[in-house]
């Protein structure tokens, strides 16, 4: 007969587990930012080659696409509150050339010249995947993606949305582009997009089972969202803005 586990033996076993993922996702931040320096390396002799090789090509566009600028603006200050100010200019010339990507496992740090939109995007029922940030004919926008945390995984996102609103975004459609940001075919790639969830995008079979592993971590880290509740798009658009907050499924 199987000797059955202790609830402590089990929580130590949840605990390793949660402790492997965030090494785990550390290691993997470590090695996107070397392969971000080294992508801007590789840019820089690009460009210097296109310049020496002919002015004509340089004029088309591709060539200032691939101009080594930092596609990442640093925001202002380091509130939660951000609106009005402006990030340093980088040229707004189509995007060739794919987006910048960051991982940002909850615990984990991001570049000082990326905000951390992570306090501010979590919601009742849903997990964080990221958000990203693109450059459109009106303006900055920037996209935030979810996944539900209970029931069925259902993944959203948010509508394109100005910087001084972003921080109350909420899911609006369903989406599957979490993982590039890319919701439709010739969409061009954002100017960088951040990963907070990597292991729970739709492509890994093993997302459903690990949503787990990754609320435990949240709640660690003093998350107060309530992931048991059961959130259905259709259902949170009908809501008044006064029906009580029981959140029934």
């Not at 200032?64 to 930092?70: R, T």
């Not at 100010?85 to 995007?95: A, D, V």
């Not at 990203?132 to 209970?150: I, N």
Request: charge should be negative; proline fraction near 7%.
């Amino acid at each position: 007969m199987e000797k059955t586990q202790e609830p402590n033996e089990i929580a130590a076993e949840i605990k390793g587990l949660v402790k492997s993922l965030q090494d785990l996702a550390n290691e993997v931040s470590r090695l996107e930012n070397q392969i971000t320096k080294m992508s801007i390396a590789s840019l820089q002799n690009a460009s210097s080659v296109v310049k020496n090789f002919s002015p004509v090509f340089e004029q088309s566009g591709f060539a200032s696409a691939a101009k080594p600028k930092s596609n990442v603006i640093p925001f202002p200050g380091s509130g939660i509150s951000v609106c009005s100010s402006h990030e340093s200019e980088i040229p707004r010339t189509k995007q060739y050339l794919s987006s910048l990507s960051y991982v940002a496992a909850p615990g984990s740090s991001l570049p000082l010249e990326i905000f951390d939109f992570r306090p501010v995007l979590q919601r009742d029922g849903l997990i964080l995947l990221g958000w990203d940030k693109r450059f459109t004919e009106t303006g900055e926008r920037y996209t935030a993606y979810w996944v539900t945390s209970a029931g069925t995984p259902r993944f959203y996102a948010s509508k394109p949305l100005l910087l001084e609103e972003f921080s109350s975004a909420n899911p609006d459609h369903k989406s599957y582009a979490a993982e590039d940001g890319i919701e439709f075919y010739g969409q061009e790639a954002p100017a960088y997009i951040v990963h907070v969830a990597p292991d729970l995008v739709m492509s890994n079979p093993m997302h459903r089972e690990l949503r787990t592993a990754h609320i435990d971590m949240l709640k660690n880290l003093g998350s107060k969202v309530n992931f048991n509740y059961k959130y259905l798009l259709k259902t949170d658009k009908n809501r008044k803005p006064d029906d009580p907050d029981d959140k029934a499924c």
